[in-house]
């Protein structure tokens, strides 16, 4: 799940993972997505570059107090937690790629 216009601590521990297993994404499937969701107009421009700036865009914007208390009681390292900053999902954002 991109955490674009959901971003519940499951959904960014779900990005984090896929990320780290160089799992590529789907960018025709996630255009359709944006726009069924109403986030993308049918005839806007779409490629992994406005993908990447849609996400940091909402990075911006999570509180991540309260995603890190989404998921605390599931993780098993905790400290794990502590990276999780709007920087942090920025910096690896740039490693997001077309499957």
Known sequence: AL???RT???????YVFYLSKNIGVNIELVR???IES???EKESNFNI???????????DKIDYSDAKEDVI???E?????DLWSKEFFKDITKNLVEE
């Open 8 to 14: 519940k601590g499951r959904d960014l521990y779900d």
């Open 3 to 5: 955490p674009i216009y």
């Open 49 to 59: 570059d406005v993908l990447k700036q849609l996400l940091n865009e909402r990075f």
């Open 38 to 40: 109403g986030v993308l």
């Open 73 to 75: 009681t599931f993780i």
């Open 32 to 34: 359709q997505k944006l």
């Open 77 to 81: 390292d905790k400290d794990s937690l």
